[in-house]
């Protein structure tokens, strides 16, 4: 390509320019569980959910103790433990989420319940008082 003109095409994907609105990090409301990570470890790259990544390296690990390296091994139990921990953290603010939903449904249904009680009050009206016979 020469000198001044620009390559048109995007590299990767959502690629508007360089800036980063569409990222990840930024949406409200992503679960951190289905998100793609990218990891670079001591000899190897791997790419997936945080679940996937841990057991690749758990594997590994794996593969390196029964091989004779336990320094390896360590290495990588310990990037394992990463996403291990990345997962927990996860499934804890799903949970919290979880509950901040529930309570909420309750509280509407409460005043849902308590409007209805409303309405009911004001529609039906009230019995006359019957005239004393004199």
């Known amino acids: 390509m020469r000198p001044g003109q620009q ?14 609105n569409n990222n990840n990090n930024s949406r409200k ?50 990037h394992a433990e990463h996403y291990n ?6 499934q804890a603010q799903m949970q ?3 509950q901040r939903e529930e309570r909420q449904d309750y509280q509407d249904r409460d005043i849902d319940r308590d409007q209805d009680d409303l309405d009911q009050a004001y529609a039906e ?3 006359a008082a019957a005239a004393p016979v004199a």
């Not at 390559?7 to 980063?20: I, L, Y």
Request: charged share 25%; net charge positive.
């Open 7 to 20: 390559n048109k095409r995007g590299r990767g994907r959502n690629n508007n320019n360089g800036s980063n």
């Open 29 to 78: 409301g992503s679960n951190p569980l289905t998100r793609t990570y990218d990891s670079s470890g001591p000899d190897v790259k791997i790419r997936g959910t945080a679940q996937h990544i841990a057991e690749k390296y758990s594997a590994l690990a794996r593969d390196a103790q029964s091989s004779g390296d336990r320094v390896m091994a360590e290495n990588y139990l310990q």
């Open 85 to 90: 921990r990345i997962i927990a953290a996860a």
């Open 96 to 98: 919290d989420r979880f």
């Open 125 to 127: 009206p009230a019995p």
